[in-house]
């Protein structure tokens, strides 16, 4: 698949659980996603649509061998802990 591709499809599949994010903040628990509890996550959430297209890579190809059911929600753990993979993965190559 070509990494321009990839890199867009990953995008929009982080802005997708980004705005699934806000709608369950706004109308669900009824609080606005930029008031202060939920600032936290919702700046954390938005880091995640940039960090998951490497750590989508990455952590697809440990899983593909995996259980079918695994392997399907891959996508939504890999948006959620991409900004600390990244993290690790940072300090671990400036060491």
Same mark, same amino acid.
Do not use: Q, R
């Given at each position: 698949? $070509? ?7 990953? /995008?929009?599949?982080? @802005?997708? =659980? *980004? #705005?699934?994010?806000? +709608? ?5 628990? $009824? ?7 939920? /600032?936290?996550?919702? @700046?954390? =959430? *938005? #880091?995640?649509?940039? +960090? ?44």
């Amino acid at each position: 698949m $070509n990494d321009k591709f990839t890199y867009l499809l990953n /995008i929009v599949i982080g @802005i997708f =659980f *980004f #705005i699934f994010y806000i +709608t369950i903040v706004n109308a669900i628990l $009824n609080h606005d996603a930029l008031s202060f509890p939920y /600032i936290i996550l919702t @700046i954390y =959430f *938005f #880091i995640s649509i940039f +960090t998951l297209t490497p750590v989508s890579t990455e952590f697809g190809g440990k899983t593909k061998d995996w259980n079918a059911i695994i392997a399907n929600y891959s996508m939504i753990v890999a948006y959620l802990i991409s900004p600390i993979w990244a993290a690790v993965k940072y300090f671990k190559e400036c060491n």
